[in-house]
């Protein structure tokens, strides 16, 4: 875990960073026990993670809501025994016809796809850092929207 603050100096927001060490099917464990080290809410958490239905790069914020199908936000939303937290989500795309959702998970990024996910993680960068100054509503309104939108401005 690391900490930090963001923002100007004179409203300095203080964070924390951590990625749990445990079974990604396991790690609302890691992550009620982090809240409670803290002395946070399940509302001031903000989960980053993966999403296979989205296209490769694609950001997405979202308030609350059910694990879609993802087996690290359902051990969350078990352990915490609620969806009022906020989510980022990036799209890494479906795996090709054939091709078990579990091992695609674990698979390198081709060359192509790096190049994607790498602009995209820093657009999540830039969209945790609204979300946080600015709120849920704000970076939603920022951040989720498609890239052909984001083209024609």
């Not at 939303?77 to 799209?91: C, H, N, P």
């Not at 390198?108 to 820093?122: K, R, W």
């Not at 509503?137 to 052909?148: D, I, L, P, S, T």
Request: net charge negative; glycine share 10%; proline share 7%.
């Amino acid at each position: 875990m690391g900490t930090g603050r963001i923002g100007p100096p004179d409203k300095p927001v203080d964070i924390a960073l951590a990625i749990p060490h445990a079974w990604m099917n396991q790690s609302g464990t890691a992550v009620a026990d982090l809240l409670a080290r803290l002395g946070c809410s399940p509302q001031e958490l903000v989960v980053v993670h993966d999403d296979l239905d989205m296209e490769p790069g694609r950001l997405r914020i979202k308030r609350d809501g059910g694990a879609g199908g993802h087996n690290g936000l359902l051990s969350i939303l078990t352990e915490l025994g609620t969806d009022q937290f906020s989510r980022l989500k990036i799209g890494i795309g479906r795996p090709a016809p054939g091709v078990d959702p579990a091992d695609y998970v674990l698979e390198p990024f081709t060359q192509d796809e790096t190049a994607v996910i790498d602009a995209s993680v820093d657009r999540a960068v830039l969209a945790l850092e609204c979300l946080v100054m600015e709120g849920v509503e704000a970076a939603m309104n920022q951040f989720n929207v498609r890239e052909q939108q984001e083209d024609d401005e």
